[in-house]
C-alpha cells in the first residue's frame, strides 16, 4: 500500500523500463543517462515527446496516476453446453439417445450462432444414486451436424450401466474450432465428411494416434519422401506433381537378393521365390544426404531399377556401383 502522494517516491527508483514502453525508446534513454522513472521527471516534457514519441509521456502520466488507464476484465470464453432434467428416471440406450438427440440439436444450434465447430463432446450421465458416467468422444473435423455427432456416441453410450436410472444429463463442447458455413449439396464436402466420419469412429475406438496418413516431404531419398502423421490432427496435403521417375506404392528395408545373374540382373531369387526379368527401365540414380548421417546410405549412391518379372511382380531393385559390392537389393514393389 502505497500512502497518498507517495508513489513517485515508491516508482522513481524503478527503471525505466517499467514503464511498459518498447525497448529501442528504453535503450535510448539509457544512452541519455536517464535510467531511472525519477530521471523522467527532471526533465522537460517537450523534448522528450519530441524524441521519443508521445507514447513515452503517456505511460508515464499513468504509471503516476495523472492519467486515467482503465482497467477491463478479459471477455469469458465462450462455453457451449446444454443439459436437460428428466422427471423420471431412464435406462434403456434408446431411450439416452433419444434424450441427446435433443441435446445435440440445441448444443448445434449454439454453436452455429457462434460460427464454431466441435471437436470433442462430453456426455455426463447423472444417475439417481448422485453418481456419474461420462462418455467421451472425439471428432476428426470440426463439425456441427446432431446426426453424425450422435452416431459417435451409440457405442460408449451403450456400455453405460444406467443403476437404478438416469435423470439428467449434460452435454459440453469441450474443444471448439471456427467452423464457416458450407454451401449445401457440395459434393467435396460430403466426400471430406464421410473420410472424417470414418476417421472419428476408428479414432474413438484405437485412440486418434493410431489413425495416420501420409503428406509429402522435401527428399530425393525415397524412405524420406513422406510423413506419416494423425491424419485427425493434419489436413490433406497433395503431393507435388514433378516429373520424375515413378515410385513404388509399397516400401520395406532393403532386402538381399539371391543368385543374382546379369546387371540388371536376369535371374534372381527373393523371398525364396526364383523370378526371370521380362522388362528393366533404369537406372535412376539417387545420391545421399551429405546433411544426414544416415548408415543404410553410407555405401554411396544407389542404382534404381524397375523390373517387370515373368512371374508377376514388379519390383523396385538398387545396387550401390561406388561400394564395388556386387549385392542387388528390393526395396519396393509397384502395384
Same mark, same amino acid.
Given at each position: 500500500?502505497?500512502?497518498? !502522494?507517495?508513489?513517485?517516491?515508491?516508482?522513481?527508483?524503478?527503471?525505466?523500463?517499467?514503464?511498459?514502453?518498447?525497448?529501442?525508446?528504453?535503450?535510448?534513454?539509457?544512452?541519455?543517462?536517464?535510467?531511472?522513472? $525519477?530521471?523522467?521527471?527532471?526533465?522537460?516534457?517537450?523534448?522528450?515527446?519530441?524524441?521519443?514519441?508521445?507514447?513515452?509521456?503517456?505511460?508515464?502520466?499513468?504509471?503516476?496516476?495523472?492519467?486515467?488507464?482503465?482497467?477491463?476484465?478479459?471477455?469469458?470464453?465462450?462455453?457451449?453446453?446444454?443439459?436437460?432434467?428428466?422427471?423420471?428416471?431412464?435406462?434403456?440406450?434408446?431411450?439416452?439417445?433419444?434424450?441427446?438427440?435433443?441435446?445435440?440439436?440445441?448444443?448445434?444450434?449454439?454453436?452455429?450462432?457462434?460460427?464454431?465447430?466441435?471437436?470433442?463432446?462430453?456426455?455426463?450421465?447423472?444417475?439417481?444414486?448422485?453418481?456419474?458416467?461420462?462418455?467421451?468422444? !472425439?471428432?476428426?473435423?470440426?463439425?456441427?451436424?446432431?446426426?453424425?455427432?450422435?452416431?459417435?456416441?451409440?457405442?460408449?453410450?451403450?456400455?453405460?450401466?444406467? !443403476?437404478?436410472?438416469?435423470?439428467?444429463?449434460?452435454?459440453?463442447?469441450?474443444?471448439?474450432?471456427?467452423?464457416?458455413?458450407?454451401?449445401?449439396?457440395?459434393?467435396?464436402?460430403?466426400?471430406?465428411?464421410?473420410?472424417?466420419?470414418?476417421?472419428?469412429?476408428?479414432?474413438?475406438?484405437?485412440?486418434?494416434?493410431?489413425?495416420?496418413?501420409?503428406?509429402?516431404?522435401?527428399?530425393?531419398?525415397?524412405?524420406?519422401?513422406?510423413?506419416?502423421?494423425?491424419?485427425?490432427?493434419?489436413?490433406?496435403?497433395?503431393?507435388?506433381?514433378?516429373?520424375?521417375?515413378?515410385?513404388?506404392?509399397?516400401?520395406?528395408?532393403?532386402?538381399?537378393?539371391?543368385?543374382?545373374?546379369?546387371?540388371?540382373?536376369?535371374?534372381?531369387?527373393?523371398?525364396?521365390?526364383?523370378?526371370?526379368?521380362?522388362?528393366?527401365?533404369?537406372?535412376?540414380?539417387?545420391?545421399?544426404?551429405?546433411?544426414?548421417?544416415?548408415?543404410?546410405?553410407?555405401? !554411396?549412391?544407389?542404382?534404381?531399377?524397375?523390373?517387370?518379372?515373368?512371374?508377376?511382380?514388379?519390383?523396385?531393385?538398387?545396387?550401390?556401383?561406388?561400394?564395388?559390392?556386387?549385392?542387388?537389393? $528390393?526395396?519396393?514393389?509397384?502395384?
Amino acid at each position: 500500500m502505497i500512502p497518498e !502522494g507517495g508513489l513517485l517516491s515508491q516508482l522513481g527508483p524503478m527503471p525505466v523500463s517499467a514503464l511498459r514502453i518498447e525497448a529501442p525508446v528504453a535503450d535510448g534513454l539509457t544512452r541519455l543517462g536517464l535510467h531511472k522513472i $525519477a530521471d523522467l521527471t527532471a526533465v522537460p516534457r517537450a523534448p522528450l515527446a519530441r524524441r521519443f514519441g508521445a507514447e513515452l509521456l503517456r505511460r508515464l502520466d499513468q504509471a503516476l496516476g495523472t492519467q486515467a488507464e482503465p482497467v477491463a476484465a478479459e471477455a469469458d470464453a465462450l462455453h457451449f453446453g446444454v443439459r436437460m432434467t428428466l422427471p423420471e428416471p431412464i435406462g434403456l440406450t434408446a431411450d439416452v439417445m433419444g434424450v441427446l438427440d435433443r441435446l445435440l440439436i440445441r448444443l448445434c444450434d449454439k454453436l452455429a450462432s457462434a460460427q464454431m465447430g466441435a471437436r470433442a463432446v462430453r456426455l455426463e450421465l447423472m444417475r439417481v444414486d448422485r453418481s456419474a458416467a461420462v462418455v467421451n468422444v !472425439g471428432i476428426a473435423r470440426a463439425m456441427r451436424d446432431p446426426v453424425r455427432i450422435s452416431a459417435l456416441f451409440l457405442k460408449g453410450v451403450d456400455e453405460v450401466d444406467s !443403476g437404478f436410472g438416469i435423470d439428467g444429463l449434460r452435454l459440453t463442447a469441450t474443444v471448439t474450432e471456427s467452423l464457416a458455413p458450407e454451401q449445401i449439396g457440395n459434393a467435396q464436402a460430403r466426400a471430406e465428411d464421410e473420410l472424417s466420419d470414418l476417421i472419428s469412429r476408428i479414432g474413438n475406438r484405437l485412440g486418434f494416434d493410431a489413425v495416420q496418413r501420409f503428406l509429402p516431404a522435401s527428399s530425393r531419398i525415397p524412405e524420406r519422401s513422406f510423413l506419416t502423421v494423425p491424419a485427425a490432427y493434419a489436413a490433406t496435403e497433395a503431393f507435388p506433381a514433378k516429373r520424375r521417375p515413378r515410385r513404388p506404392i509399397t516400401l520395406f528395408p532393403a532386402e538381399v537378393l539371391a543368385q543374382v545373374s546379369g546387371s540388371p540382373p536376369a535371374r534372381f531369387s527373393w523371398r525364396r521365390m526364383g523370378f526371370t526379368t521380362l522388362r528393366a527401365h533404369g537406372p535412376e540414380r539417387i545420391t545421399p544426404e551429405w546433411w544426414f548421417d544416415d548408415p543404410a546410405w553410407r555405401s !554411396g549412391v544407389r542404382d534404381y531399377w524397375r523390373i517387370e518379372t515373368n512371374e508377376g511382380p514388379r519390383l523396385w531393385l538398387f545396387r550401390t556401383p561406388q561400394s564395388g559390392a556386387r549385392d542387388w537389393y $528390393a526395396q519396393g514393389v509397384f502395384l
